[in-house]
């Protein structure tokens, strides 16, 4: 139980067009849902928190003008890269709450490769 | 703000010998432990979660142990196989965030 599917997990696209992520909880619902960038040997860096039904929560450092999270249902959050750039070029993924405080754990989707040409 | 350091980095054995990893944080005030599993290339599978109450917790070949006091957790992988090979993260929890590790690479050498 407690699955997180998430698509496409990978995708190249042309500098300057906008990409969406998809981030879909299976077996259960998902109040809170994570969102992480990882570069090649290194951890996970948390972008933003999204909450169903309100807006997001970015870390410092991140542009929520350039990573548009939307949490519109219990069961999905989409990270959109709008307007990307070669820098943006990372393993994207995302996470949620097996349950509210997530004394359960967190479980994660199996992640984004996004390459921008 | 939690640190976390997994330390080694990378470690290299042959099939059938024990791994021993290590994780250890800055703030004691968590209220889990996770440590998680990562494929090239893949998403993070999860292994075991470790309550803050909790000293250790087992699942088959893998036992993981919890010392909250010193902001240490050692994950154990008895009679390691080729499958084993990976990297591995832990993570933990404080005020509702995860903090992650660096993680540590894994080759299981047949």
Redesign the interface.
Known sequence: GAVVS?HPSWVICKSGTSVKIECRSLDFQATTM?WYRQFPK???M?MATSNEGSKATYEQGVEKDKFLINHASLTLSTLTVTSAHPEDSS?Y?C?AQISP???????????T?LTVV | KQEVTQIPAALSVPEGENLVLNCSFTDSAIYNLQWFRQDPGKGLTSLLLIQSSQREQTSGRLNASLDKSSGRSTLYIAASQPGDSATYLCAVLDDYKLSFGAGTTVTVRA
């Open positions: 998430q994570f290194q951890s996970l948390l393993f993924i996470s405080s997530g004394s359960y754990g967190y479980t994660f989707g199996s992640g490769r």
